[in-house]
């Protein structure tokens, strides 16, 4: 079974599935690590992370390494944590519910790579129901079995596509993008393009405005047509 852990101000999930997870609490919310450790819980989110109303959960741990990574902390190791298991977990965020239903939002999983965790998302969405929105913010970097666990699960997707030239991409990441482009794919051939929004972002001293317009011009060929531009901060 899943396991979250709790000291007296952090909370981890340590899920012993197929795919391990764990999550912390702090002052400011719920810290979720997989195999490796966690990141956190933001209750109260709007438009930042899906429709509507979102509590935002994000696993500890990554396939990238990227330049600018926004939550470094999720590679952190230190840690003495209680377990707890995925209905606590459930049992954590719920008290949002009726915020949930009234606005179509939900649950977002972030990280860290939520895919990772395939196996606790599945479960979690046997727990809450189909009334939840579940929304996975997620490089699309991992094993296609992964998304395909997903697939029944998942409302809709959140993807950072860093760059589309795979030069690019893996010096930025440290990764190729074969498997991005491969899990796109795949999931615009199972109907899901409008369940996707790609984030394409300009990361400065790695790409440029015609790299950009480049990677959204390839996109579309895809069949993609909901992208977010923005710059990352360094």
């Not at 852990?5 to 981890?12: K, S």
Request: proline fraction near 4%; charged fraction near 20%; aromatic fraction near 12%.
């Amino acid at each position: 079974c899943h396991f979250l852990q709790i000291t007296n101000l952090a909370v981890i999930i340590n899920p012993r599935f197929a795919d391990n997870t764990c999550i912390s609490w702090n002052a400011i919310g719920i810290f979720l690590w997989e195999f490796y450790h966690p990141v956190g819980i933001s209750r109260h989110r709007l438009t930042t992370d899906g429709e509507g109303v979102t509590t935002l959960v994000a696993f500890h741990g990554c396939p990238l390494r990227c330049k600018y990574c926004l939550n470094p902390q999720s590679f952190a190791q230190e840690g003495v944590w209680k377990q707890y298991d995925c209905e606590q977990l459930y049992e954590e965020v719920k008290i949002d519910e009726l915020y949930f239903l009234a606005t179509h939002g939900g649950v977002t999983f972030g990280g860290g790579e939520p895919a990772l965790q395939s196996n606790f998302i599945s479960e979690f969405r046997r727990l809450c129901g189909t009334g939840w929105k579940i929304t996975i913010e997620t490089s699309l970097n991992v094993p296609q079995e992964n998304i395909e666990r997903l697939l029944p699960v998942v409302d809709c997707y959140i993807v950072d596509i860093k760059d589309m030239n795979n030069d690019r991409y893996e010096t930025y990441t440290g990764k190729s993008n074969t498997r991005v482009i491969e899990n796109l794919r795949w999931l615009v051939i199972q109907g899901k393009a409008k369940q996707i929004t790609v984030r394409v972002p300009h990361i400065p001293s790695y790409n440029t405005e015609t790299d950009i317009e480049n990677s959204i011009h390839q996109l579309k060929e895809i069949g993609l047509s909901d992208f977010d531009r923005f710059t990352y901060r360094t």
